[in-house]
């Protein structure tokens, strides 16, 4: 179950990220689709394996949006302190299986694990797209709605699976 849901939602990250989502930009901040991959994976699944996946999504992303290594480091990076974030909202003998949602951990601190991969995903995108902090403004205008448009999309995608669960 764990293998197909991953794969499903590798693909339909992946193809809404290059067909719809890198095509809308608000001054120079992007939704950033795929993060959601990186937020919804199953903790049970071993490390290794999720910065793997995660590294590959963001290749993948790269070469289809032509930003040269930037998504696959930013991607693994967070791959890698995804469980320590979530496991700062969240304590660990209490959530050991399954995919982090609303009904699981909670809407509060959903929202708030969900806004901080997003932030720390944000971030790395785009201090490693400047690679500089000469124009640190128009980096953190890009950080801050990259993460205001994301979180509502994802928030929204979460209460619109949530309902939809409550009607079956």
Not at 25 to 52: D, H, S, T, W
Request: hydrophobic share 55%; glycine share 4%.
């Amino acid at each position: 179950m764990n293998s197909i849901y991953i794969t499903i939602w590798f693909f339909v990250c992946f193809v809404l990220q290059v067909l719809i989502f890198n095509h809308l930009a608000i001054a120079g901040g992007i939704v950033l689709f795929y993060v959601y991959l990186l937020v919804k994976m199953p903790v049970e699944i071993n490390r290794p394996l999720q910065i793997a996946i995660c590294f590959l999504l963001g290749l993948l992303i790269d070469i289809f949006s032509n930003t040269p290594g930037m998504n696959a480091l930013a991607c693994t990076t967070i791959a890698w302190v995804r469980l320590p974030i979530l496991h700062a909202y969240v304590v660990a003998d209490d959530f050991k299986s399954g995919s982090p949602n609303r009904r699981a951990i909670g809407q509060s601190l959903f929202n708030r694990y969900c806004i901080s991969i997003i932030l720390c995903h944000a971030f790395l995108l785009y201090l490693i797209e400047a690679f500089t902090c000469f124009n640190i403004l128009q980096m953190l205008i890009k950080i801050v709605i990259s993460t205001v448009l994301t979180s509502i999309i994802f928030i929204g995608l979460e209460e619109f699976m949530s309902r939809r669960k409550k009607e079956k």
